[in-house]
Nanobody
Framework: QAHLVESGGGLVQAGGSLNLSCTASLHIFNNYAVGWFRQAPGKEREFVAA????????YYADSVKGRFTTDRDNAKNTAFLRMNRLKSEDTAVYYCAADPVLSTVLTTAGRPDYWGQGTQVTVSS
């Protein structure tokens, strides 16, 4: 049974935009922080963005700052990663993760309680 389900990935040209969604089962969304990570072929997973339960704390990796934003709609149990001005180096499988502790989803060293299955984002140059 999937607890986190991502959607919204696809193929886009460089400079374009995509919006990813991460929808959670209710019992794991309440009071959970959500992090976004990505893994490109042949590379290790890296942190992209994170948002606290209330949305008052938001963090971004330097590589996406100013281009990506994350927000959430707790009433719909959904978090979003809005990606603009995409570059070829943004190509990766994107994952969302959820954990009660925000710091856990701020780093790849954390072990979040839940992971999504991943969604492919491909940016053509």
């Amino acid at each position: 049974q999937a607890h986190l389900v991502e959607s919204g990935g696809g193929l886009v040209q460089a400079g374009g935009s995509l919006n990813l969604s991460c929808t959670a089962s209710l019992h794991i969304f309440n009071n959970y922080a959500v992090g976004w990570f990505r893994q490109a072929p042949g590379k290790e997973r890296e942190f992209v963005a994170a948002i606290s339960w209330w949305g008052d704390k938001i963090y971004y990796a330097d590589s996406v700052k100013g281009r990506f934003t994350t927000d959430r709609d707790n009433a719909k149990n959904t978090a979003f990663l809005r990606m603009n001005r995409l570059k070829s180096e943004d190509t990766a499988v994107y994952y969302c993760a959820a954990d009660p502790v925000l710091s856990t989803v701020l780093t790849t060293a954390g072990r979040p309680d839940y992971w999504g299955q991943g969604t492919q984002v491909t940016v053509s140059s």
